[in-house]
């Protein structure tokens, strides 16, 4: 077994302010178009709670909110202090097998990547570093604005979210919430609320949530009503969003895989060699947050909690893009569509049970024969369990399928895929800010257009993961 050592140090930073995103709006010079083809709460205000289980000191998008006589008083109004800017530092040992990843234009499943062979490799890296604003303009107007650097983004410093939230106080038994800006709509139970968007209790998220990091990220107006019948409670979310006309580009070309870079406001991710036909259109990147068609999509969510230690959460997502708009450097329209599942269950005071499941389909391009270019049927699902061991520690374990179909005229069936991956984490909080977590990944796929590479279709890929999770 060969070992060896790589390193990357951190690239300096530049600025980059939120309010240029209004840029993302209008339609790019050039581009062209043709005629048509969890209970999971919502975003809680910037509040720090005492007991939250990351160094981020978040609150998961699948835990419920502390009693009101447990969370920290809050000033009226705190715009710019030490309660509102942080920064947060992530630093990795990694040892990973396998193919060339597609942070490096391959096929591999996971960030890290085996040597040249496919024998194993040692990383001791920094991998991301987030600088999050989270000031509270009045009692019920709040923002969550933060920027990062990470490994293997091309800018040296980005914007990862910049929005907005009001929520008014409760009268009654009906709530009102208001969110606008870029940010991602609720779909993850893997995630933090606040600041950074950061994953809770492993290293890596699921297959899902790693792509809904990567592709649908919006740049968007919701609004949530909060209703309490009998015992029960539901909610209502609806929204309209542009900046994510590409959403579907890295499921057709590369697949599903497991990660926890981010989309930023203005960065790409590099894509897998294209067949020749698409090479010839795509440009060999994608961008997650552009606007093509002058479009607006849409988003609904449903969330409904019974009066047991359950919820259930179904989320519709349409960006309406026109698979027949792109610009001259060949950046294109996707029309991508999805529904998703997620339900989450206390199995117990220290246990939780998370399901998501995810099911859609993404059209690019012109039609031949009738047939679009690009035609993509995307599935994946996934069970976590978590258990809380005292105050400081939470072992998880989570087991997932996905897969992709390809009917494309211009596709080959070989381009679809089939994989299963295994998770188990640990997480340690060692001190108020610094946390420690430990993670054994491993994946196994199929992917036809792996020969055409030299490779075997059928890859198997395992990392271990020590992170070391700092709060400023």
């Not at 479009?295 to 027949?324: C, H, K, M, S, T």
């Not at 520690?393 to 390809?406: D, K, M, Q, W, Y």
Request: net charge neutral; glycine share 10%; charged share 20%.
């Amino acid at each position: 077994m060969n070992f060896a050592v790589a390193s990357r140090g951190a690239r300096s930073m530049v600025s980059v302010s939120a309010f240029a995103l209004a840029a993302c709006l209008p339609l790019p010079a050039g581009a062209q178009t043709a005629p048509d083809p969890a209970a999971t709460p919502a975003p809680t205000p910037p509040a720090t709670p005492a007991d939250a289980p990351s160094s981020d000191q978040s609150v998961p998008a699948a835990d419920a909110a502390l009693p009101a006589d447990a969370q920290p008083s809050m000033p009226r109004i705190d715009i710019l202090s030490k309660n509102t800017i942080s920064m947060l530092f992530d630093a990795r040992l990694a040892v990973a097998n396998g193919e060339r990843s597609f942070t490096n234009r391959g096929l591999g499943k996971t960030r890290f990547e085996g040597t040249a062979n496919g024998d194993y490799k040692v990383y001791a890296v920094p991998v991301e570093a987030d600088l999050i604003w989270l000031p509270r303009f009045t009692p019920s107007l709040t923002a969550n604005v933060s920027a990062a650097w990470q490994r293997d983004q091309e800018n040296k410093f980005d914007l990862i979210e910049a929005f907005v939230n009001f929520l008014p106080p409760q009268t009654g038994k009906v709530g009102v919430q208001f969110r606008a800006g870029l940010m991602w709509p609720e779909i993850s139970q893997e995630h933090s609320t606040g600041g950074a968007w950061s994953v809770v209790n492993t290293i890596t998220p699921s297959v899902i949530n790693s792509w809904v990091g990567e592709e649908v990220k919006v740049l968007g107006v919701e609004g949530t009503v909060r209703a309490t019948l009998g015992q029960s409670e539901l909610g209502l979310t609806g929204g309209i969003f542009a900046g994510n006309d590409t959403s579907g580009t890295l499921l057709s070309f590369r697949g599903w895989a497991l990660h926890d870079e981010k989309a930023t406001g203005f960065g790409h991710f590099p894509l897998p060699p294209l067949n020749p036909f698409i090479r010839l259109l795509q440009e060999d990147r994608t961008r997650s947050t552009i606007e093509l068609d002058n479009r607006l999509g849409f988003y609904g969510r449903l969330e409904w909690r019974p009066p047991i230690p359950v919820g259930v959460a179904l989320f519709y997502y349409d960006n309406r893009g026109n698979p027949q708009a792109f610009t001259p450097n060949g950046q294109w329209g996707w029309r991508t569509r999805f529904w998703n599942l997620g339900i989450n269950a206390d199995l117990g005071t220290n246990t939780r049970l998370l399901l998501q499941g995810m099911s859609g389909s993404t059209i690019m391009g012109f039609k031949t024969g009738g047939v679009p270019w690009v035609h993509t049927y995307f599935n994946a699902a996934y069970a976590m369990v978590t258990r809380r061991i005292g105050d400081k520690l939470a072992i998880s374990g989570r087991v997932e399928a996905f897969n992709t179909r390809e009917h494309g005229s211009e596709m080959s069936p070989l381009e679809s895929e089939d994989g299963w991956s295994s998770t188990v984490a640990a997480r340690y909080n060692l001190t108020d800010n610094l946390t420690l977590f430990g993670e054994a990944l491993n994946v196994r796929s199929r992917r036809g257009v792996r020969a055409n590479l030299g490779l075997h279709p059928f890859q198997a890929q395992t990392v271990f993961q020590l992170a070391l999770r700092f709060r400023l």
